[in-house]
């Protein structure tokens, strides 16, 4: 049980950092590609809908895609460490 909370508390430190780190690279890149600020607030009126739409697919498909890259990473550094693979991702399909 302990392992459990202590990598519930790796993973999710890995995710918020990487998260943190990627926010600012999409803001960029959405700047090179488009060459504006990207939407602060996609709800906003001022924000057609297009614009609000691909603000929210590009930022999560990328954000879920980091998330993705720490947390493997993070269960990579784990099973050097300790020899084994937390036991909450084991597989979980029917």
């Known amino acids: ?33 488009f060459g504006a600020d990207p939407p602060g607030n996609p709800a906003d009126p001022g924000v057609s809908w297009s614009e609000a739409i691909l603000w929210a697919v590009v930022t999560g498909a990328l954000i879920g895609l980091v998330r993705l890259v720490a947390q493997r990473a ?18 979980t399909r029917a």
């Open 1 to 33: 049980m302990a392992d459990d909370r202590v990598w519930n508390t790796v993973a999710t430190a890995a995710a918020v950092s990487a998260v943190a780190a990627a926010k600012p690279v999409i803001a960029r890149g959405w700047r090179l590609t």
């Open 74 to 91: 993070a269960a990579g550094a784990w099973h050097r460490a300790t020899g084994h693979y937390p036991e909450s991702l084991a597989e």
